[in-house]
């Protein structure tokens, strides 16, 4: 397996039905071509993925979305963000396989903002299908580093391109009936609801699983997971000495903690692009278990506690 440059390397290897290791500026994405459901099944079978979960496929631009999708009014609306972190559920056209979507009728569709994403779809000239590039349930690859450590067999080979700007995944976001949010994730729901002038709902747990085919939920419950266990702190409880942990701001960490700080003053995009790769540096000393505490629940902290009460089973 090779790490290169070559956007032209790769989309080669994308039309021979291979994968690619894809930067995006959410986490790195594990692509195939969209529309050939044997290398859409390869995906599923390197990450260990099951064939339930619908896979996001990510164009270059709209012409690209409108050969896959159908935009809604709303959907419109919705797509003026794009490229960006915003992953938008639409109903879907016959052209996309059953693989892709697990066999829902709708599909999940976004624009990356990465400059070598778009290279690479453009010169595929294909959609890619494209989940984080991990072994399914652990923790998300934000460097080429991360996606050789756990899939460098499985992809011809990864396109490098730094580390992830925004390091969580996208906001997916199904536009109608209603909007509602059923992933938090890059872009805030306040953001979201201040483009579209009406509020946006938040999926629950039950509404979360009822998107998808009837096998999905108990699965898909624990995620992002360090090999140690995760354990919420609760807010004013002291921080243990025998665990690795994992702070927001670190005001009120003794000094002999062993400890990731996400952001020392306490901002939100900062935490979510280090996240992941803190999670990996403290389970990397192989701690008893690892006590991790929430941010604040706006924003990008919908995300982030998303994923850390996922990552402790709670999801
Ligand atoms: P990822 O694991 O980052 O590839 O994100 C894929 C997630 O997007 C899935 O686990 C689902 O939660 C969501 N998703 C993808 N396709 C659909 C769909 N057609 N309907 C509802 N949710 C979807
Ligand atoms: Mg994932």
Redesign the pocket.
């Known amino acids: 397996m090779l790490c290169v440059n070559s956007v032209s390397e790769a989309a080669h290897a994308i039309r021979r039905g291979q994968l690619v290791g894809m930067p995006t500026e959410t986490v790195y994405g594990l692509a195939a071509d969209a529309l050939d459901a044997q290398a859409v099944l390869r995906i599923f079978a390197a990450k260990g993925r099951p064939r339930f ?4 496929v990510h164009c270059c631009d709209l012409a690209m979305v409108r050969s896959v999708a159908v935009l809604s009014p709303r959907a419109e609306r919705l797509a003026q963000l794009w490229p960006g972190p915003l ?1 938008l ?1 639409l109903p879907r056209l016959a052209v996309v396989p059953d693989a892709v ?1 697990a066999g ?1 009728d ?3 569709v976004r624009i990356p903002d990465h400059p070598l994403a778009l290279d690479l779809i453009r010169a595929s000239g294909r959609p890619l299908a ?3 590039a991990n072994r399914f349930g652990r923790i998300s690859p934000t460097t080429a580093a991360h996606v050789l450590e756990q899939l460098g067999d499985a992809v011809a080979c990864v396109l490098d391109g730094g580390p992830c700007r925004i390091g969580v ?2 906001t ?1 976001l ?1 536009p109608d009936p209603s909007p509602l949010v ?2 938090p994730g890059g872009i805030g729901r306040e953001a979201l609801a201040a483009h579209l002038g009406e509020a946006i709902a938040l999926a629950g747990r039950d509404e ?1 699983a009822g ?2 085919p009837r096998e999905a939920p108990g699965m ?1 419950a624990s995620h992002y997971a360090p090999r140690a266990p995760v354990v919420l702190r609760q807010p004013g409880q002291p921080w243990p000495d025998d665990a690795a942990c994992l702070a927001f701001t670190g005001h009120d960490l003794p000094a002999t903690a062993q400890a990731e700080i996400l952001s020392p003053s306490g901002d939100l995009a900062q935490s979510a692009a280090g996240l992941f790769a803190a999670l990996r540096r403290l389970d990397a000393r192989q701690p008893s278990r690892i006590v991790a505490e929430l941010v604040p629940d706006h924003g990008l902290g919908e995300a982030i506690n998303d994923r850390l009460r996922r990552a402790a089973g709670l999801g």
């Open positions: 979960d619908p896979l996001i992953t559920v979507t829902l709708t599909v999940a494209a989940p984080s995944e996208s997916v199904r059923l992933r979360r998107a998808l898909l």
